[in-house]
């Protein structure tokens, strides 16, 4: 599926329904395009369908496009592992870094977001299956975590961004995003306020939307195949 205006209807479609089968408001629910290794063309092309929001995973291959894609109206994501020898460009060119997992590199994007931008915008990266190769804080430190963003100068903590284990068959990810969704309303019940729950992706927006998330991350059924896809989590 190449047809960026299609792929666009499609996602919207799947996510009106979903959010229908859930009780919800579509409006609750943003969708953020996740366009790692897709060309710059692609971005200007989904950008013109109106997409507003895109996700990217390494931060020199997003300067890049970024640079090519300057004088668009975009809504830049940091949704990839984080390096701290890279915070200074990801707290310079991102609205968003959805993927903190610890507290020197939230520090260091508070002291290196520039003034002038109005605050980053923050999810903690939990690994909600604990899985051993995975980003992300382990659920039962996720609340500790959260407090220290919370207080820090030029980030704006906004919820908790999660990717759960691969299933080979039967996947189904619902149990791991109601953990996160539980995790989310236990931090929140504790005064931390927050309102993003980053959960959903093409092959399973629907379980993630019914279990509360309101912000998907789409890749493949948005923007077609990665054109050199080796690094799919
Ligand atoms: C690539 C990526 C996605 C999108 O995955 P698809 O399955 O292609 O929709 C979502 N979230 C993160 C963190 C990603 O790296």
């Known amino acids: 599926m190449n047809n960026l205006k299609a792929n666009l209807q499609n996602i919207r479609a799947r996510v009106a329904k979903a959010c229908e089968k859930a009780g919800r408001d579509p409006a609750e629910v943003m969708v953020l395009a996740a366009s790692k290794m897709h060309t710059p063309a692609r971005i200007r092309e989904l950008h013109a369908l109106g997409q507003r929001s895109f996700g990217e995973n390494?931060?020199?291959?997003?300067?890049?496009?970024?640079?090519?894609?300057?004088?668009?109206?975009?809504?830049?994501?940091?949704?990839?592992?984080?390096?701290?020898n890279k915070t200074r460009e990801a707290a310079e060119h991102f609205a968003w870094v959805q993927s903190v997992d610890r507290a020197k590199i939230a520090r260091r994007l508070a002291e290196q977001r520039p003034p002038e931008l109005p605050?980053?915008?923050?999810?903690?990266?939990?690994?909600?299956?604990?899985?051993?190769?995975?980003?992300?804080?382990?659920?039962?430190?996720?609340?500790?975590?959260?407090?220290?963003?919370?207080?820090?100068?030029?980030?704006?903590?906004?919820?908790?961004?999660?990717?759960?284990?691969?299933g080979?068959?039967?996947?189904?990810?619902?149990?791991?995003?109601?953990?996160?969704?539980e995790l989310f309303l236990q931090i929140r019940?504790?005064?931390?306020?927050?309102?993003?729950?980053?959960?959903?992706?093409?092959?399973?927006?629907?379980?993630?939307?019914?279990?509360?998330?309101?912000?998907?991350?789409?890749?493949?059924?948005?923007?077609?195949?990665?054109?050199?896809?080796?690094?799919?989590?």
């Not at 690994?127 to 992300?136: L, T, V």
């Not at 039962?140 to 990717?163: C, H, K, S």
């Open 58 to 84: 390494y931060i020199q291959e997003a300067l890049a496009k970024q640079a090519q894609l300057g004088a668009l109206d975009i809504e830049w994501h940091f949704i990839g592992p984080l390096q701290s």
């Open 119 to 166: 605050p980053l915008e923050l999810c903690i990266q939990v690994n909600i299956d604990r899985e051993p190769q995975k980003a992300g804080v382990l659920p039962e430190q996720a609340g500790e975590l959260a407090r220290f963003v919370q207080d820090l100068p030029n980030i704006r903590l906004r919820g908790l961004m999660a990717i759960p284990r691969m």
């Open 168 to 181: 080979s068959e039967e996947y189904d990810p619902s149990d791991s995003y109601r953990r996160v969704r």
């Open 189 to 233: 019940d504790a005064g931390i306020p927050m309102d993003t729950l980053s959960m959903g992706m093409s092959a399973d927006l629907e379980q993630a939307i019914l279990q509360g998330s309101t912000l998907v991350r789409i890749g493949t059924d948005l923007l077609g195949p990665r054109p050199d896809d080796d690094s799919a989590e």
